[in-house]
């Protein structure tokens, strides 16, 4: 929707009124007449869409900071330029109430005497109402959208729409509601969540591969032909060298350092704590392990890929977005900083000799996000350097051997590890394959299995069952370079429409199935049930059936469950022996027979 078409159907202005203000003079005289008559027209559908919960009696404090965002506008706005002045005005009222909204919740948490004489602010993290719940979730959201989507330039290049995008069904709720100012509480109860399941969807909303969507920038040409231009003229094999967190920022906004390598793991592996210390250590300006990173051309220009590293880089870039509070759990949390001394009138104070007036000042940084640091903590952090070591001119299998070298001494999942012996193409497609919305939206997979390569993992699981259940391969990595030797392209494609297909018609009952342990069984399942040419949904209703009494139906003289036990010892077998896949995929073949044929 055109940004003119939003303003008039959003906000309900009508064209006439706009050229109405030739008529009247200024706009502050249009809009502020008649005790704030226009204004309070263009101004009402937004405080009730926004601010429902406002009460009636602060709609003035509102209206007066319209009326200031109208009259700072007359004086800035510049005609020449191809916008509008009410285009030019509703940002600047939207942070005007945003502001306001900031000041009245401040005025909620400050604590004054008898006399109304300040005496303290109420700590975030104390514990309000009847609930319990604390100041900072019915104050703020972990992650400040509404300040983002004000930014024209997230609408005009695309930037919201790709966030959107990347995000599950669930999750595009939660944002919905949390941009027209619904808090936490209101939200779990509207959407039936439970408060983990809530605070799951919140960090997967501030995750990096999220996140970095919002601030990308596109490289100008000039930008483009220096990199085509950066082709590696040395024999040198691999340089050292240091780069600073502000410069890694706007790397990562242009996309000239890339961190989603097919054959690298996933973001979001650390803990609050882990997250923290590494924040801590930057302030305090500790030395790091140096980062890893690797050169290819590609197309005549050169890429920089994250060969180790990754979690120090997205952490501290999702930090400087405010993306998450310093853990409370960390091992040194008082951080000493210079603050140059000032007189009254702002100026630095110098001693005898002109040299400024230093003090050496401490600041507890738990709980706090970067824009609540000092200033002079702020210029530290971006201002750090990381030591970084760079292979040159590197060719494919040189990046996955590096990525494997790296991560040996490292708590690398079996999965994460497999997908190196993958090949670059095939972990391309497999992941491709693992972000379908089936798996967030349908399947009964938990939030970490995203973090973690088992997704992945079910994915390269469900080729191997679909095509190659002969050469089953109990071993994650065995399995990948069969795969990497033996299958095509077309294998993953074929997965992949299967997947989708499924999405289209899997029901609440039988999505319970569809989880980590057992999900390459029903994929490898659907495969055979294609060669019946009967409609999709006929394959749920069998999963229905199976849930319910099939399960128990011996084939054979065996039923599943049977399969699924010792015999000997009573005890689960080991799902993954190719005995045991291979029994258990036969018995199901003869299974869906008999039901289709009865």
């Not at 400040?144 to 599950?168: C, F, I, P």
Request: proline share 3%.
């Amino acid at each position: 929707m055109c940004i003119d078409k939003q303003e008039h159907e959003f906000y309900n202005c009508t064209n006439e009124s706009i050229r109405q203000v030739n008529r009247v003079g200024t706009y502050v005289e249009f809009y502020c007449r008649d005790y704030n008559k226009e204004l309070k027209k263009l101004v009402d559908p937004m405080i009730r869409k926004k601010f429902g919960w406002l009460a009636q009696k602060d709609y003035d404090d509102f209206y007066s900071a319209a009326a200031q965002a109208v009259w700072e506008c007359e004086m800035t706005f510049d005609p020449q330029k191809q916008v509008s002045f009410l285009q030019y005005l509703i940002p600047c009222i939207e942070r005007r109430f945003k502001n306001q909204v900031t000041y009245m919740n401040r005025k909620k948490r400050m604590r004054t005497d008898e006399r109304g004489n300040y005496l303290y602010d109420l700590s975030f993290d104390a514990p309000t109402g009847e609930d319990g719940v604390a100041v900072q979730e019915r104050v703020r959201c972990a992650f400040d959208m509404e300040e983002v989507m004000e930014q024209k330039e997230t609408w005009q290049n695309g930037r919201l729409a790709a966030y959107m995008n990347g995000l599950s069904r669930l999750q595009k709720e939660i944002v919905k509601r949390k941009l027209i100012g619904m808090r936490g509480p209101e939200i779990k109860e509207q959407l039936n969540l439970g408060d983990r399941q809530y605070k799951q969807q919140c960090r997967e909303l501030t995750s990096f591969a999220n996140v970095r969507l919002l601030y990308a920038q596109e490289q100008n040409e000039e930008e483009r032909e220096e990199d085509k231009m950066t082709q590696t003229q040395t024999m040198e094999n691999c340089k050292t060298d240091k780069i600073t967190i502000a410069s890694m920022i706007k790397k990562i906004e242009k996309r000239t350092i890339r961190f989603d390598h097919p054959l690298q793991r996933e973001s979001e592996q650390w803990t609050p704590a882990m997250k923290g210390n590494l924040i801590s250590d930057i302030l305090q300006g500790n030395r790091l392990h140096p980062l890893v990173f690797a050169e290819q051309i590609i197309h005549g220009a050169a890429v920089i890929w994250d060969l180790d590293g990754k979690q120090r880089c997205t952490n501290a870039y999702l930090f400087s977005k405010n993306s998450y509070p310093i853990s409370r759990n960390i091992r040194r949390w008082m951080i000493r900083y210079p603050v140059l001394q000032k007189d009254k009138d702002g100026r630095d104070l110098l001693d005898e000799n002109g040299y400024p007036i230093v003090a050496a000042e401490e600041f507890d940084i738990r709980g706090k996000r970067f824009s609540e640091l000092p200033e002079e903590l702020q210029d530290r952090f971006l201002d750090y350097s990381f030591n970084y070591d760079q292979y040159l001119n590197c060719s494919e299998e040189d990046i996955g051997y590096h990525i494997e070298r790296y991560n040996d001494g490292k708590p690398m999942t079996a999965p994460q590890k497999g997908l190196t012996k993958l090949g670059t193409q095939y972990a391309e497609l497999v992941k491709s394959i693992s972000v379908l919305p089936f798996f967030k939206n349908t399947g009964s997979y938990k939030a970490s299995e995203f973090k973690n390569g088992t997704i992945q993992r079910v994915v390269v699981e469900s080729v191997m069952t679909a095509k190659f259940l002969d050469s089953w391969k109990k071993n994650q990595e065995d399995m990948c370079r069969f795969l990497k030797e033996e299958a095509s392209v077309s294998d993953f494609e074929a997965l992949k429409e299967m997947v989708i297909r499924l999405d289209a018609v899997v029901t609440e009952e039988t999505a319970a199935l569809f989880d980590s342990k057992d999900s390459f069984l029903w994929f490898g399942l659907f495969a055979s049930f294609l060669d019946l040419g009967l409609p999709d949904d006929a394959f749920i209703s069998f999963l229905a059936e199976f849930a319910e009494t099939l399960h128990k139906r011996p084939v054979d003289g065996m039923t599943y469950d049977a399969l699924c036990i010792d015999q000997k010892t009573g005890k689960v077998k080991s799902t993954k022996d190719r005995s045991v896949v291979a029994g258990k995929m036969n018995l199901l073949k003869k299974l869906m027979r008999e039901y289709f044929l009865e």
